[in-house]
Structures are given as structure tokens and as C-alpha cells.
């Protein structure tokens, strides 16, 4: 399965990639994410993060790995728990208004018993990304204003 979204913000390049690169913000902007504290490392590839999300009612944690890391431009992670690895990317591109766009992608592939369910969590996974997408134009547009 895969979320694929462009989100335009005002906010300049370096504070909106600041914002973003920083996964523990999550709880800010993902409306799944209850909690994301960093368990090691400075932010750059190697960091890890446990990331604790509420999908369908169920409470689940992923560890994830930051596996690109390039300033102003693009962060991306790999998360993981016993039936799901997540694969996330941001790419950062400003805007000739000052703002920025960035595009979000995220791929999910279930693991053992929880691929029979896939067909049936796809609509799930589409308006989870639809509601993350909103939240995270929102969330940045007023890093913009603060």
C-alpha cells in the first residue's frame, strides 16, 4: 500500500524541513500518532524513534530508522514492528513565494497473518493519509505566523 501527497505550506525551507526531520513532531501532525520519543542518535541517518499510533481503534508501535538524511531536502525512515514495515519519505522543495512544498510518501507492507487483511485496510490507509496531509499543512503554516 502506498500514500502518495504534496503539501503546500508558507513556511520557509529550513524551518519547515527543521520541523519535519525531527520525527518526534509526529504527535503534532499525524492525527494516528500518540506519542514518538527518539530513542538514540542526533536526528541524522541511524536515529531511532519508537512511534506509538492508534490505527482502527488498535494501538500499535513501530521502531523507526532514519535512512536518508539530506538537509533541506529530503528525510526518510524505515519503521517496523512484528506485522507491518513502513517506509517514509518527505521531499522538500521551496516555493518562489517563500513557502514550501513538501511531497510525503509512505509505503506500508503487512507481514504474516495481517496480509490477508490488506485489501480491507486500504480505504483505512487512504483517509489516514488524507487527514495527515491536512494536518500537516495546518501544523506548518503556523510554525509561518508563531
Known amino acids: 500500500m ?12 529550513g524551518e519547515t524541513f527543521a520541523f519535519l526531520a525531527d520525527f518526534t513532531t509526529t504527535e503534532r501532525w499525524d492525527p ?4 514518538t520519543q527518539r530513542l538514540d542518535g542526533d536526528g541524522g541517518v541511524g536515529t531511532r524513534y519508537l512511534n506509538t499510533s492508534r490505527f482502527r481503534g488498535r494501538t500499535t508501535q ?16 524505515r519503521g517496523e514492528n ?13 516555493l518562489p513565494d517563500g513557502g514550501t512544498q513538501v511531497h510525503y510518501e509512505a509505503r506500508f507492507r503487512l507481514k504474516g497473518w495481517a ?15 488524507r487527514d495527515a496531509s491536512v494536518s500537516m499543512r495546518e501544523v506548518l503554516d503556523r510554525l509561518a505566523v508563531d
Not at 502506498?2 to 525551507?13: G, M
Not at 494516528?32 to 506519542?35: D, K, P, R, V
Not at 512484528?82 to 521551496?94: E, G, K
Request: charged share 20%.
Open 32 to 35: 494516528g500518532t500518540i506519542a
Open 82 to 94: 512484528s506485522t507491518l514495515t513502513a517506509h517514509d519519505t518527505m521531499a522538500f522543495t521551496a
Open 115 to 129: 496480509r490477508l487483511a490488506a485489501p480491507f485496510l486500504r480505504p483505512a490507509f487512504r483517509q489516514l493519509g
Open 2 to 13: 502506498r500514500i502518495s501527497k504534496d503539501v503546500r505550506t508558507t513556511t520557509a525551507l
Open 62 to 77: 513501530l521502531v523507526y530508522e532514519v535512512t536518508d538524511h539530506r538537509p533541506d531536502a529530503l528525510i526518510a525512515l
